[in-house]
């Protein structure tokens, strides 16, 4: 007989009392399974149901056994008792589940600044193995306010607890509310005070937390908030209406204040030019609060022009110090982008980036072109002209007719010109025939029967003044 068969017979076999109270107790049964559900899963011999009932019904999977009432289960008293027995993925599965009265509440252990209430507790027990699971569901009671927001509370390895908001699920708040739930952390602890003063239209959208009731200790707690606004950082840099923000405490309760950490981030669209641009901004506080933004991790964008970048760094006078043609160069795929600012000052500090391209830079037009090149720039104290600098390299390979030479063009603190460097490839020739004939186009022509002088491996280096930016 199938296990979920002998379940169900043995349960119709118990005997009710004539208040219709129901007494599950192992040693009425001989499956083992029905014992390790009564000791391992509910830790006790027996389980009294007031008033219960028991009910069966035919699934897909196979027969299941419904039985409910009300009574004590796993040291809370008074509840609501559900308990199933059904078949699942091809094993019994016992599940009991128990509601509380709808007007308690209770403190969370260790996040002392969350009360919850309409609380729902489920325990399962697998056939196989026994594999127990434990969650909660309940809903945040907001303080002072009647805001509900529903989460789900799960069992972690070791002692640990996770909690996070049930899924799908978006919840208007208040921001005096939202501060009640960072353990009355001020918003301007998170995110600058020139973005807090405009923000509006909060809808909380994610909670997630860790913590451990043994060791008494939050490892971790974070709250996502969708607001309907955008943010002008600085000029030319202005998010777009419906910012996200991710506001996290580290080690909240932890006694020692240095390892306590508030982290917010900031994630919303940049219109660069016609181009949207999804970033992210952020910044963590510790004696200092360094504010930066950057591309989101997995995207990918493409920029009509270099000059769309740059134009960050400066107006149309730092626009027309760039080497001649490196404005222009079309189809910019950018790899990393972070630009540093002081929201205070309401101005960009730095900006750093790396972008590939398939297109060439004609560094000297008709002789010196470079094509499918990598790039990577970092510029300082971009407000002040005077004392900008400009740092960065640029990787690529020149082509003599068809022989690639391996080139790069870079600028270093140690080095006020952009230093030219190249190379062949290992193990390529290229004669000095060929060269000439490649680069000045017949318009210099070597004495008939001279000896070509090839060249292998070759490195060549020059500084130009004229690059200086």
């Known amino acids: 007989m199938l296990l979920i068969e002998e379940l169900l017979a043995a349960i119709e076999e118990l005997p009710s ?33 007031t008033k219960a009932s028991v009910k069966t019904k035919e699934t897909p999977s196979g027969n299941s ?14 509840l609501g008792i559900s308990i199933v027995f059904d078949i699942q993925d091809g094993e019994v599965v016992g599940t009991a589940s128990g509601t509380f009265d709808p007007l308690s509440t209770m403190t969370l252990p260790v996040l002392t600044w969350i009360k919850v209430g309409d609380i729902v507790l489920t325990t399962s027990i697998r056939e196989r193995y026994e594999l127990i699971t434990l969650a909660f569901k309940a809903n945040i009671l907001v303080q002072g306010t009647g805001t509900r927001i529903p989460i789900e509370i799960e069992t972690q390895p070791g002692s ?35 973005l807090v003063s405009i923000l509006k239209g909060f809808k909380i959208n994610g909670i997630e937390a860790t913590f451990d009731p043994q060791r008494g200790t939050v490892p971790y707690f974070s709250i996502g908030v969708s607001v309907t606004n955008g943010w002008d950082i600085a000029p030319r840099v202005c998010l777009k209406p419906g910012l996200q923000l991710n506001l996290t405490l580290i080690e909240p309760t932890n006694p020692d204040p240095d390892s306590r950490v508030v982290v917010g981030s900031v994630a919303g669209i940049f219109a660069l030019g016609e181009v949207k641009i999804p970033i992210f901004i952020g910044a963590t506080y510790g004696d200092t609060a360094s504010w930066s933004f950057g591309l989101q991790p997995g995207h990918n964008v493409i920029l009509p022009s270099f000059s769309s970048l740059l134009g960050l760094a400066g107006g149309k006078d730092f626009l027309d110090r760039l080497p001649s ?67 960065g390299e640029v990787r690529s390979l020149f082509l003599i007719g068809s022989i690639p030479i391996l080139c790069s063009i870079e600028k270093t603190e140690e080095d006020s010109d952009w230093a030219i460097s190249g190379g062949l490839p290992p193990g390529v020739t290229v004669g000095i025939v060929q060269i000439a004939v490649a680069l000045f186009e017949g318009k210099i022509a070597l004495p008939k029967g001279s000896p070509d002088i090839f060249l292998l491996g070759a490195q060549y280096y020059r500084h130009s003044q004229s690059k200086k930016l």
């Not at 056994?65 to 008074?78: E, H, N, P, R, V």
């Not at 607890?161 to 009640?180: D, H, K, N, Y």
């Not at 205070?344 to 398939?358: D, W």
């Not at 830079?361 to 090149?373: K, L, N």
């Open 17 to 49: 009392d004539e208040n219709g109270d129901l007494i599950l107790q192992a040693s009425d049964f001989r499956l083992d399974f029905m014992k390790a559900f009564l000791a391992r899963l509910l830790k006790v011999e027996s389980l009294t149901l």
């Open 65 to 78: 056994i419904a039985i409910t009432g009300s009574g004590d289960l796993l040291g809370y008293s008074k």
């Open 160 to 194: 640990e607890w996770r909690f996070s908001m049930a899924e799908g699920t978006e919840q208007g708040i208040t921001p005096e509310e939202l501060v009640s739930l960072l353990s009355e952390h001020r918003l301007d602890s998170f995110i600058p005070p020139s």
């Open 325 to 391: 043609g490196l404005r222009d160069i079309p189809k910019i795929k950018i790899d990393t982008l972070r630009v540093d600012f002081d929201p205070a000052k309401n101005e960009l500090t730095r900006l750093s980036f790396g972008i590939q391209t398939t297109s060439s830079w004609p560094i000297i037009a008709g002789y010196f072109e470079m094509v499918s090149f990598l790039m990577e720039f970092e510029i300082t104290n971009l407000t002040d002209s005077s004392s900008r600098t400009i740092l």
